[in-house]
C-alpha cells in the first residue's frame, strides 16, 4: 500500500510501505481523508519532537475520516463498511489513572502517528476505544476534523467555561479556531482571538470570534484590556507552545481567571509567579482528551458545531508534501487544515 513516511526532519516520503495485519481489539481502517496537524507540521520542520528516536520510518497522522476495513478478535459495535472517525491515543486501562478514567493522562500512553503508524496510509490500525461511528450528517471532511475538535472541547473544560463567560484564545492555528467555536458552543459570550495571521484571523471572525487582536498591532493585553472594561477574560487558552505564550495567557485572564495550557513546548515557557499570587489565578494544562471525541462527533451531528470552514485545501496522498507539509510552512495566511485525499 501507498503511505506518507517520516524519516527525518524535512524527510517524508511518499512510497509503498507493508499493509499492518489487525491484532485483537484492533480495527483495520481504510482511510479516506487524513489531516495534517500541527505536531505532524513540527515533526516535519523539525522533528523529531514527540516521535522517539530510531522510529523512522514511521507512517505520520491521526486526524481520519474512512471506513472499517477488518474488525479484530473481541471488538464489538463494528462492521466491515462502517464509516468511523476517531482520535489518536492508546491507553493501558490498568495504570493508577486510568483506573480513574483519565485515560488521557495514562502513564503507558502512545499515539497514533507518533509511536506507532498512523492514517496517512491506504489502511492502519487504531484501537476500537478510540474509533467513533460516523452518522450520516455528519460529512467525510468533518470527520476528519473529530480529533483537533476533541483537543478543544477538553481544553474548555479544563478552563470551567460557563454560559455568560469570556473566553481569550492564543493561537491561531486548528486547534485554537476549534477552541473559538468549543467556547462559543460551552456558552461563552464573547471570545477574543489572539492572532498573528490576517487571513487566519479573518476566518476566526467568520467563526464567532467577537474579535480578533492581531499580536503586531501592539500588546495583546492592553488590546484586550480595551474591549473587556479593562478586566480581562474569565479564561485564556494557550495554543501556541512558545516561551513567553504562558504568560501571556495569564495576563490575558483577569482577577480569579484560568489560563489553560494546550502548546506543545520545544523549549521551557517562562512565568512570574507574582502574576498569579495576589490575583488568585490558576494556570491548568490541558492534554488530548477523554470521551471528547464522541461529543464533538455528537455536537455536529446536532448541527451545533460546524469546523469545516478549517479546511483550506484538500489534496492526493501523493502530494502530501509540496501541497501539505511546505505550503503549512510556507503560507500560514491562506492554510489552516490541510487534509489528504488517500482514497
Ligand atoms: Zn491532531
Ligand atoms: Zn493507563
Request: hydrophobic content about 40%; charged content about 20%.
Amino acid at each position: 500500500m501507498k503511505a506518507l513516511r517520516w524519516y527525518a526532519s524535512k524527510d517524508v516520503r511518499y512510497e509503498d510501505a507493508p499493509e499492518p495485519s489487525l491484532c485483537p481489539g484492533m480495527l483495520k481502517i481504510k482511510v479516506t481523508l487524513a489531516g495534517i496537524c500541527g505536531t505532524d507540521l513540527k515533526e516535519y520542520t523539525s522533528g523529531p519532537i514527540l516521535i522517539p528516536l530510531g522510529k523512522a520510518p514511521l507512517t505520520m497522522g491521526h486526524e481520519f475520516a474512512g471506513t472499517v476495513a477488518e474488525v479484530g478478535k473481541g471488538v464489538k459495535g463494528f462492521k466491515v463498511g462502517d464509516r468511523v472517525s476517531g482520535v489518536g491515543y492508546y491507553y493501558c486501562g490498568d495504570c493508577y489513572v486510568c483506573k480513574k478514567g483519565l485515560y488521557n493522562l495514562c502513564v503507558n500512553q502512545g499515539f497514533t502517528g507518533l509511536l506507532t503508524d498512523g492514517c496517512m496510509a491506504e489502511y492502519f490500525l487504531i484501537p476500537d476505544y478510540a474509533c467513533y461511528k460516523l452518522p450520516d450528517n455528519v460529512s467525510d471532511e468533518q470527520g476528519s476534523l473529530v480529533e483537533p475538535l476533541a483537543v478543544a472541547l477538553h481544553a474548555i473544560g479544563q478552563a470551567r467555561v460557563k454560559p455568560g463567560d469570556t473566553v481569550a484564545v492564543l493561537g491561531d492555528g486548528a486547534i485554537g479556531l476549534c477552541s473559538v467555536l468549543a467556547a462559543k458552543v460551552a456558552g461563552a459570550s464573547a471570545v477574543y482571538l489572539i492572532a498573528k495571521h490576517k487571513g487566519r484571523g479573518r476566518l476566526a471572525a467568520r467563526m464567532g470570534a467577537a474579535a480578533v487582536i492581531y499580536t503586531s498591532e501592539g500588546d495583546p493585553v492592553k488590546q484586550l484590556q480595551a474591549m473587556t472594561d479593562g478586566i480581562g477574560t474569565n479564561a485564556s487558552i494557550e495554543c501556541v507552545g512558545r516561551p513567553e505564550t504562558p504568560q501571556l495567557a495569564i495576563e490575558l485572564t483577569q482577577r480569579g481567571g484560568i489560563a489553560v495550557i494546550v502548546g506543545i513546548f520545544e523549549k521551557p515557557g517562562i512565568i512570574d509567579f507574582s502574576t498569579m499570587t495576589f490575583t488568585e489565578r490558576t494556570i491548568v494544562g490541558s492534554s488530548i482528551y477523554i470521551h471528547e471525541g464522541k461529543s464533538a462527533i455528537e455536537l455536529m451531528a446536532e448541527k451545533r458545531i460546524d469546523p469545516s470552514p478549517l479546511i483550506s485545501s484538500i489534496v492526493p496522498l501523493k502530494d502530501a508534501v509540496k501541497k501539505g507539509f511546505q505550503a503549512l510552512t510556507d503560507n500560514k495566511d491562506d492554510n489552516v487544515k490541510v487534509l489528504l485525499r488517500v482514497s
